[in-house]
């Protein structure tokens, strides 16, 4: 009763193309338009600080505290400049580790660098997050943060890491780039940690085209944060921050990104919505298929579902899978092939692994204040590379039908069934 592969020859499961997988920015409608060009005829781009209560920027900070159910948001330009103000927030800085996950985009590493901080890479788990027991394994005196990162809109295990972090005085601060409405046993995902950073570019689940958030119930961080995102906030936010001025920089984020962005976001939980239901509904047709495992999902009702990951036994058997799915017509793929350059994954960090930044001295790793000795070495985390190199994943997207679903679970169980007889 065992059907032909389509890469033996059998037919295909289906020869029609899949619908895109992009998220919010395949969402945008009149709607984003309208608010784009309300604000353009308003003639003011520009977020104008004293006149909050006309500012879409303004406004989606006011939208984005009450969803995560945090006291203060600050946006700025992306995710990447929300982690760097985010870290100057919370005082991370010169001779300071801060623990990451193998398994992140690059910008999380380049972030803790940015504020010559030094990153400490360490392993994900059967989650494809990071690993709270290699965590512990390596915290030096010089760890100050551990920055968990909820890749492709995963919780982490922010239970234990939130009590690693207790046990031994560090600071969290979550990167949420990626799970924007993610949930942890109750609680959003940003708003677990002392901060938590958003991004709103393209790929992300909501764009403002570019565009990021910062997060924290702490006035301070949230101060700091706001210091380091404009160098002249002393000026504009006279008398009401009671924290030191220092020299930040520019993230402001426009009129223009804030009103899409405000858009954006209204579409997040009818987004997640159908994401969430169309992942459940194939996990449960699949996970009891031979010679596959499903990614460990931490609180699968909060997971954003952005894709479905499981695993084969060994990293040839993921590789054939992969192909067998594809030649179905079903979209998908191997995370980790060491012919396929991948920015997610620190074995393809270059700049991290040989220690490179902008500055000529070699700071912050050469930095006087840095007393530790971090090493970096492309086979650091072995069961990373292992992980990735047994996940065969597939991207969901909210335009995904029942069709398509169907014949997403017929590829798998076809497959699966055909190489693990
Ligand atoms: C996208 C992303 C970032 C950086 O966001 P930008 O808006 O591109 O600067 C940081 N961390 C993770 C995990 C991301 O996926």
Request: glycine letters at 8%; charged letters at 25%; proline letters at 5%.
């Amino acid at each position: 009763m065992e059907a032909k592969l389509a890469i033996q020859g059998g037919d295909p499961v289906t020869k029609e193309p899949f619908p895109t997988t992009i998220h919010g920015a395949e969402e945008i409608d009149e709607r984003e338009i309208d608010a784009i060009i309300t604000t353009l005829k308003q003639k003011k781009p520009f977020r104008f600080l004293h006149e909050a209560k006309d500012s879409k920027v303004s406004q989606l900070e006011a939208k984005f505290a009450e969803y995560m159910g945090c006291k203060h948001a600050l946006a700025v330009t992306g995710g990447t400049t929300a982690l760097i103000s985010a870290l100057v927030g919370l005082g991370i800085g010169s001779g300071d580790e801060v623990i990451v996950p193998g398994y992140t985009y690059i910008a999380s590493a380049a972030a803790i660098l940015a504020v010559r901080a030094i990153p400490v890479i360490v392993e994900i788990d059967n989650s494809l997050t990071i690993n709270p027991k290699d965590i512990e394994r390596k915290i030096t005196e010089h760890t100050r943060g551990i920055m968990p990162v909820h890749m492709r809109g995963t919780p982490c295990r922010m239970d234990d890491i939130m009590d690693i972090a207790r046990r031994h005085k560090l600071l969290v601060l979550e990167d949420v780039a990626q799970a924007n409405g993610g949930i942890y046993k109750g609680k959003k995902l940003g708003s677990i940690g002392h901060a938590g950073a958003f991004s709103m570019q393209y790929y992300k689940l909501v764009t403002a085209g570019e565009g990021g958030m910062v997060i924290t119930n702490d006035r301070v961080v949230y101060e700091r944060a706001t210091l380091q995102h404009d160098s002249a906030m002393v000026f504009w936010e006279k008398g009401t921050f009671t924290t030191e001025p220092f020299a930040g920089e520019n993230y402001r984020m426009n009129e223009l990104q804030g009103a899409l962005g405000l858009v954006q976001f209204g579409r997040l939980d009818d987004i997640l919505t159908k994401l969430r239901k169309t992942k459940s509904i194939i996990c449960n047709e699949i996970k009891t298929l031979p010679g596959i495992e499903l990614q460990d999902v931490p609180d699968p009702a909060g997971d954003c579902s952005v894709s479905l990951c499981f695993f084969c036994e060994t990293s040839d058997k993921t590789r054939a899978f992969a192909e067998a799915l594809r030649a179905e017509g079903i979209p998908g793929g191997s995370m980790f092939d060491k012919a396929i350059p991948d920015r997610h994954i620190y074995y393809y960090w270059d700049y991290v692994l040989n220690k490179h930044t902008a500055d000529r001295n070699g700071c912050p790793w050469t930095c006087p204040f840095y007393k530790g000795n971090v090493q970096y070495s492309r086979n650091m985390c072995p069961d990373t590379l292992d992980y990735l190199s047994r996940t065969v994943v597939i991207p969901l997207g909210q335009k995904l039908g029942e069709k398509h679903i169907n014949w997403i679970i017929q590829g798998i169980t076809k497959v699966a069934n055909a190489l693990n007889r």
